[in-house]
Nanobody
Framework: QVQLAESGGGLVQAGGSLRLTCSASGRTFSTYDLAWFRQAPGKERVFVAAINWSGVNTWYGDSVKGRDTISRDNAKNTVFLQMNSLKPEDTAVYYC??????????????????WGQGTQVTVSS
């Protein structure tokens, strides 16, 4: 079992930046695919970014492409989401997700076995 905990959310003005951190338990972190999803009030949970177990490949949702960067630090069991040029439309609860490698498509929610509780990001205009 893996426990995930997000941090770094908060209130920021449009155009600003935030860096989200997801801290994970476990000794097999380096073999896990990792992702960020977000959910705004009244909306479905949507894909934001993913990084595969090796760190070689990353994927981004169209809405954040060019603004967000996902990265990982296996030595510290953490995954990050650097968010720049934030827009009010980025306001949502952001969730960290993880799954053993080769579980499936990294862009799909049902690939991920483990989820954090989420951290609120609010972008004001």
């Amino acid at each position: 079992q893996v426990q995930l905990a997000e941090s770094g959310g908060g209130l920021v003005q449009a155009g600003g930046s935030l860096r989200l951190t997801c801290s994970a338990s476990g000794r097999t972190f380096s073999t896990y695919d990792l992702a960020w999803f977000r959910q705004a009030p009244g909306k479905e949970r949507v894909f934001v970014a993913a990084i595969n177990w090796s760190g070689v490949n990353t994927w981004y949702g169209d809405s954040v492409k060019g603004r967000d960067t996902i990265s990982r630090d296996n030595a510290k069991n953490t995954v990050f989401l650097q968010m720049n040029s934030l827009k009010p439309e980025d306001t949502a609860v952001y969730y960290c997700a993880a799954s053993p490698r080769y579980s499936g498509s990294l862009l799909q929610e049902n690939t991920y076995h483990y989820w954090g509780q989420g951290t609120q990001v609010t972008v004001s205009s």
